[in-house]
């Protein structure tokens, strides 16, 4: 591998990296590059949010500043109690990591590397073979005094953590395909507020194409809606949560990320039987109409007022009648998932801001801050989403455009976003009823042919009803998003031809 002086600040060169990796493509480490960018990223703000309150402080590394104080500088005050953490040292006191599923050891020489306040990094691998690489890539790194390899089954070294009462304050699981099995061990081994990274990348069972598969790894059965990407990370937190409520714990989500072929969660882990009783209540199940593609959610649990405390209870339900009202199409039942924000705000906005503080840090800053930008605008309070192409193909007209579309929500009253797992997504808090509504009026702009459409069509029974809203078009200059006027890199394209993960690597 190269050394630090390699441009971009991630310290590995193009043709090692390949190497390191077994020949992985190009394409597939940009990505790859672009989740371990975000997971130094996150860490950096998480390690400052643990370490600052003891006293402890960043500082710069080889010219790179490293976010810290709350002030937004990237370089701590010149006089001031409290140790310095520069990365790449051991910080008494800091923070001790366990990448679970480390392979070559990448990950964790990065995290060595680039993220202060880090007492120790564990490297972990069941393959002997991955555990010598990781050796050597790590003494040729010279991060031997802070990442120590180590071969072990990843469940049986988090559970023994846990029994010896030695928790990780951050783990990250990363494997190829399910996490579903270290899922369990992890929300144990975690300590209290303790940040929990963990990658899926077998989207086709997420997304809708097994749903019995998805239901026998993450407890919920997933709908192959044009909402899939956003279902999928709300799916992965509703299984992180089930499993931690069974020892009295929690999650809080921090920040929730779909692109490319995986989606990516970073929730802390908190205890607290009082906070457990309210995670009903945060689930939901989605009824999706097979013929309009209108959802809706039922909550499994409603919490109420009671005095000085709350009292909890099952919801009442369901929302929806025995067929849909706007196509008389029947439901699709999926869930349950996370209905709660997927994001902490305030958080994402910290990282937001040191990475525009710390520009040249990351060789897909560019990627990272307009995904980031994307997420801040995003409406956390409404779950799931529309796109623009899938109503308008559902009534056969032709597809206004993004900034029409949200206009003429504007102009209702309704509050609307984007999100950042979809392009021509519509995040809004109007009523699907709404949303018919103004298709309806876009229709009579830009005419459909009725006489092409069966009678039990849900284009006809939709375009049958007058619209009770009449609908403005007009554009409102709000209607285009910051980060839209900006020209940020919110949705990038493929970077090759044939590009994205390739089959699994078979013995022999």
Same mark, same amino acid.
């Given at each position: 591998?190269?050394?630090?002086? %390699? ?21 597939? @480490? ?22 600052? +309150? ?21 370089? +701590? ?83 023994? !953590? ?12 990363? +494997? ?23 990658? !899926? ?21 997933? #709908? ?102 706007? !196509? ?9 998932? @996370? ?12 990282? #937001? ?20 930008? %994307? ?6 309070? %409404? ?13 056969? !007209? /032709? ?16 509050? %609307? ?6 392009? /021509? ?49 007009? #554009? ?33």
């Amino acid at each position: 591998w190269g050394g630090l002086g %390699v441009p971009g600040g991630s310290g590995v060169s193009w043709e090692n990296r390949g190497r390191a990796l077994g020949g992985i493509g190009r394409g597939s @480490w940009v990505s790859r590059e672009c989740q371990g960018g975000l997971c130094c990223a996150v860490m950096t703000e998480f390690a400052r949010l643990q370490l600052q +309150p003891k006293g402890i402080r960043g500082r710069y590394q080889l010219g790179v500043p490293i976010p810290w104080m709350d002030t937004g500088s990237p370089q +701590p005050p010149e006089n001031g109690d409290g140790d310095t953490a520069p990365p790449g040292e051991a910080c008494e006191g800091g923070l001790r990591v366990l990448e679970a599923l480390a392979a070559s050891g990448l990950r964790s020489i990065r995290f060595a590397k680039e993220v202060p306040g880090l007492r120790a990094v564990v490297a972990n691998d069941f393959s002997a073979r991955a555990v010598e690489l990781m050796k050597r890539n790590v003494a040729f790194n010279g991060v031997g005094d802070l990442v120590a390899p180590r071969m072990a089954d990843a469940r049986m070294l988090m559970y023994q !953590c846990k029994a010896d009462r030695e928790p990780f304050d951050v783990i990250d699981l990363d +494997p190829y395909g399910s996490p579903a099995p270290f899922l369990d061990a992890a929300v144990q081994a975690v300590s209290e507020g303790g940040l929990l990274c963990v990658t !899926c990348t077998d989207m086709g069972v997420m997304a809708g194409n097994s749903a019995e598969t998805c239901y026998s790894k993450y407890g919920a059965v997933s #709908l192959k809606g044009k909402f899939c990407h956003e279902m999928a990370l709300r799916i992965i937190l509703h299984s992180l949560d089930s499993r931690a409520n069974c020892y009295q714990r929690f999650v809080v989500p921090l920040l929730s990320v779909s692109a490319d072929f995986y989606v990516r969660v970073f929730v802390r882990v908190f205890t607290g039987q009082a906070k457990v009783k309210a995670s009903a209540s945060k689930q939901a199940l989605v009824y999706h109409c097979v013929g309009c593609g209108t959802h809706h959610l039922q909550r499994l649990g409603k919490v109420t007022s009671h005095g000085t405390g709350f009292k909890y209870g099952a919801a009442t339900g369901p929302p929806v009648g025995p067929t849909c009202e706007f !196509c008389q199409q029947r439901h699709q039942l999926g869930g349950p998932m @996370w209905a709660e924000p997927l994001h902490d705000p305030a958080f994402v906005e910290r990282v #937001l801001a040191a990475l525009e503080s710390s520009p040249g840090r990351f060789q897909t800053e560019e990627r990272m801050r307009g995904m980031l930008s %994307v997420i801040t605008e995003e409406l956390g309070d %409404v779950p799931l989403y529309y796109t623009l192409d899938s109503l308008s193909s559902t009534i056969h !007209c /032709n597809t206004p455009s993004l900034l029409q579309f949200r206009s003429a929500l504007l102009h209702a009253g309704y509050r %609307v976003s984007l999100s950042h797992a979809c392009k /021509n997504a519509v995040k809004t808090d109007a009523p699907p009823a709404v949303l018919w509504d103004i298709m309806r009026c876009w229709a009579k702009i830009h005419p459909v042919k009725r006489e092409r459409l069966a009678e039990t069509s849900p284009a006809s029974r939709i375009l049958a009803v007058e619209p009770t809203l009449q609908a403005s078009f007009t #554009l409102r200059d709000d209607a285009n998003p910051s980060s839209r006027k900006r020209g940020l890199k919110r949705f990038p394209g493929n970077p090759e031809a044939f590009w994205g993960p390739k089959a699994k690597a078979k013995a022999g």
